[in-house]
């Protein structure tokens, strides 16, 4: 099985921890992951905003950059539900608008084969407890995408769990979305930082010493926020937590 | 729309206002929160909720593709029931029809079951310049009225208001508008309650003319609902001797049959109950009982608008519910009135720029008043996919493109006030196709980390941000070239990268 | 009242707004698909009574039931316990029903009854057309035993008598079978109440504040 690592922009220019985090936990676990050089962005920030013009070719792109592998990781809920939720629509609007099929026969061959990172450990490779090792107490903010795009369901807090000296405690409000929300986060900035707010308030009551989410670009924000309010909570991705061993450093 | 909104400002403006009034926000959090849960609650009750879902949507897909069929249908019906059917194309002919139909009964009062077709026209505005007074008679709508404030919510338009403020209209302007509330009135909803049903028994029981909307028009039967609690609906519908309901075109259902899928997804989703106290039906005119003349309004105003775009006219399936408002939080935080509409939270960002264009501030700000987080079509009674159509709006803003204002097709030319930031995404377009651009740009980010202060306040657009957030700092590496440093040696092709 | 091209207007903007629905397609040919159930579960007939007892209850109606043979005393006794001095009473409610509420003056359902009249009557006394389990709902659709819309909710207090064996249903969708949409309905689950103040549920404003619901067995 070919599998190829989809790093998304924000991770690949702003947290390639995480990034190094998925090599390391997929290696770990016997995976022989790769990572095409030509891969960019999925183009999820324009088309949110209302560029699907300017999305278009990002999503050709991305067809045509992983299209000879049989699986497609990516550390991001959001992205991964713009790949398989929106690019058939992107297609199509393409096919529609005069542009042709190839985008929206290409969507449909890579859709099946992208996974975000805990559906590809819990459904493709079976396996929950993936040897981790994380002395602390952590809460789980499952971003929106993932929760209502992707429906990964309990795949993260059950790989959370599985995890040794792991204590899982319960975030209030937990599917409250945090107020990132991509471009919203600057065009509504006092909204937006107002549901921050709220987020960092309920990961404070949970007692976590550690927020995780499966979504950089919503850790950003929240960790955004936690830092300038000196907030004594860590955000994490839950790749980075995945990959701590008995012998790395917490 | 009605001019009461007109030169509204923005909604990240007004929102920025709202979200500081700490009274605001914690009646709106109290009272959302409450409902969230009863709501799912009810939906739990029936196994086959998603069943019930799929057939509201499918009705209301079925009826819009064919709603010239049905229109017609619906008005053979109801005048073969003994009712007056009118046509009006928008708000002004049909508070022109309104106004006309009051005076001919030489009235100079009306009351009014609440009615959002009638907050959407501006009537009671456009009734006062004609010298009738339009008296509202659900309770929220009563709070609203007598605080000469806006409704904020659609199911409870004075959901802003906590009960304390609620006594305090009470005590200080009832008696302006009849008979006055009792001194020692106290902030128990009971006592409210009583004071509300006090003050308008005396309008109840002498009024002569109602104006109504309808949740639900049959077009095989002419029938028409209304679906409330308190009993000022069968009040207004049963006691006047006139009739006068206002009612969009996209309110009617083929069927006597499909009402029972909208009496199971209505007031669960909207009340959160089993069934909501009181739902009246009423064909034509019964001799000897109710009204005996009945007169429906069908109300365009950018419905038909709305119909002609492919995505957007699944905002037409919506059945007012305001379950949608109850879970988001957006409209938690900024609350309704910054939506500048009678129609706030999600289901208003979709619905207004559609009925209304997106030419004004606040029309073009209303598709981005939302973080995409979906919990509004998680809970649409009616499946709307109310992201779908918050981008789809958000494109026609950005880029512009065909749209249909009254009844003509247009192009929209992309909004002004846009053009930064569409360099910006072009800019950023170009760079994400040419990976060794985007690659120099990061290590250029990466290179100049020790020169980046660690709580930056950016100047522009991007002080957004760090108003109230710190930013990341730049790695040391970029993801790719660790890639490259640690692997890069055993390949990593990718097949048919194109770099 | 309307100029007679607004009608033309709205329908031929609606014609052209669905310029993607084929010419040729008619209503019938998109059948709506129904996968949803016709009533919530499979229950006994005195199930089935349980149920709506208990919903009616869980919405504050009072509830309560008797054989038939005991209504009289029953309606006497809830409209004495209630201190009612005047009942209203639709022209076909059986003469037995009041038999025995010998102290409380009867005011016939009439056209030219005024609001202001029926506001001063303590109480009604009506039948029904048919009462859902599954919500606590109970219709009426003024037939003879039920009477003109008014009676049931300018008076403060309604006594309403369901007969257990030919007039409950489970549900929604069974309900709307019987119903007949000529007919001005009114559907009632519970006493009048507002969710207005705060999203949350406060019985009595308008209609009648106290719902007697009697279930009659036998």
Redesign the interface.
Known sequence: MRVALFITCVNDALFPDAGRAVVGLLERLGVAVDFPPGQTCCGQMQYNTGYRHQAEPLAVRFASVFAGYDAVVTPSGSCAAMVREVYPRIGERAAAEGRGDALAEQAARVVPKVYELSEFLVDVLGVEDVGAYFPHTVAYHPTCHSLRLLRVGDRPTRLLRAVKGLDLVELPGAEECCGFGGTFSVKNPAVSAAMGSDKVRAAVDSGAEVLCAADNSCLMHIGGTISRQGSGVRVMHLAEILARTEGSAS | MSGTYRGAPAFPKAAEASTRDRQLRG?LR???H??RAKRARAVA????WA??R??GA??KD?TL????????QLEAAVTA?GGQV????DAD?ANR?VA??VKATGETEVVKVKSMATQEIGLNEALAEQGIRAYE????EL?VQLGDDRPSHI??P??HR??SE?RDIFRSTMGKWGRPAPDDLTDS??E???A??LH??EK???AKVAVSGANFM?AE?G?LVVVE????G??CL??PETLISVVG?EKVV?T??D???F??LLPRSS?A???????????GT?D???PQTF?L??L?NGR??T??D?VG?QALRCIRCSACL?VCPVYERAGGHAYGSPYPGPIGAILTPQLRGTASEVDASLPYASTLCGACYEVCPVAIDIPEVLVHLRERVAEGGPA?RH?TKVTIKPARGHAAERAAMRAARWAFEHPRALRAGERLASGTRSVHPARLRLPGPARAWSDTRDLPSAPPEPFRDWWQRTRGARGGDGGRATQ | ???AG??D?????????????PRT???QD????????RT?GERSERQTADLLAE?LA??RAVVHRCPSGELPVRVASLLAARGSATVVVAPGVPQEWLSEAAGVARIPDS?GQT??EL?SVDSVVTGCAVA?A????IVLD?SPDQG???IT??PDHHICVVRLADQVVDS??QA??RLD??????????????????????E?????RTLEVVLVEG
Not at chain 2, 86 to 89: M, Q, S
């Open positions: 009646n109290h009272a959302t409450t409902i009750e029936l196994g086959d069943q019930l799929a057939a499918a009705i079925h593709r064919h709603l010239d069929h049905y229109l017609e029931a009118h046509w009006a194309v002919e029809i006309e139909l008679t659900d309770l929220a709070i199911l409870v004075a959901i906590n009960r609620i909803p009971a409210l309650a009583e509300a049903r308008l028994r109840f029981l002498g049959v039967t029938t609690s308190e009993g000022n069968r009040m049963t006691l075109i083929p006597w049959q009402l029972e899928v009496l199971q009340t109950e089993r069934m909501n106290p009181y739902t009246s039906t009423w064909t019964t000897g009982d109710g007169h309004i069908l365009d038909t608008d119909l002609a492919t006219r109850n249909t009844g | 009242m309307s100029s607004s009608r207007i709205v329908l031929g903007r609606i014609r052209r707004a669905l310029a993607d629905v397609e008619r209503p998109v059948p709506v698909e129904r996968t949803y159930l919530h919903n869980d919405y056209a609001a202001h506001d859902i599954e919500t606590g709902t003024a003109r819309r008014r909710l300018v929604v969708p709307l079978e949409p000529a007919r001005p309905l009114t559907w009632i689950s519970g006493p009048s109440a507002t969710s207005d103040i705060e999203l949350d549920r406060v009595g404003v308008h209609g009648p």
